[in-house]
C-alpha cells in the first residue's frame, strides 16, 4: 500500500526547534520530488519548501527561508524538514506529498502531487 507518514510535530515554544519526518511505504521516494505544506485553522494550504529528486534543488517559501532545511535520505525512504526559530504564525497541520514529475512547486492548486500524509500538527506557544 502506497502511503506516506508525517511525525515530528508536537508542542514547542517560540524560539524552538522540531524535526518533521515524512516516510514513504509502498514506494520510493528518490523518484519524487518531495514537497512540505501547512495549514492553519481557517487559512488555504501553503507551500512551505520542496526538493527535487533529479539534482536536489531546494525551494523555500518566504516566510520560511532561512530557518526551515529540507532534506532528503534516500537509503531511509524519508525526507526532513528541519523548522528552526519557530514562531507562532509556523503553527499548522505539516503535510508531506510526492511529486513523480518532479516539478517542486509551492504555488498554485498543488494538483501535480500524487500523494500526500496525514498531517503533523505543529504548535509554537509559550
Known amino acids: 500500500q502506497v502511503q506516506l507518514v508525517e511525525s515530528g510535530g508536537g508542542l514547542v515554544q517560540p524560539g524552538g526547534s522540531l524535526r518533521l519526518s515524512c516516510a514513504a511505504s509502498?514506494?520510493?521516494?528518490?523518484?519524487?520530488?518531495i514537497g512540505w505544506f501547512r495549514q492553519a485553522p481557517g487559512k488555504e494550504r501553503e507551500g512551505v519548501s520542496c526538493?527535487?529528486?533529479?539534482?536536489?534543488?531546494?525551494h523555500y517559501s518566504d516566510s520560511v527561508k532561512g530557518r526551515f532545511t529540507i532534506s532528503r535520505d534516500n537509503a531511509k525512504n524519508t525526507v526532513y524538514l528541519q523548522m528552526n526559530s519557530l514562531k507562532p504564525g509556523d503553527t499548522a497541520v505539516y503535510y508531506c506529498?510526492?511529486?513523480?514529475?518532479?516539478?517542486?512547486?509551492?504555488?498554485?492548486?498543488?494538483?501535480?502531487?500524487?500523494?500526500w500524509g496525514q498531517g503533523t500538527q505543529v504548535t509554537v506557544s509559550s
Open positions: 506529498a510526492a511529486d513523480l514529475e518532479d516539478f517542486c512547486l509551492l504555488s498554485g492548486s498543488f494538483t501535480e502531487y500524487d500523494y
Open positions: 509502498g514506494f520510493t521516494l528518490d523518484r519524487y520530488g
Open positions: 526538493i527535487r529528486s533529479s539534482d536536489g534543488t531546494t
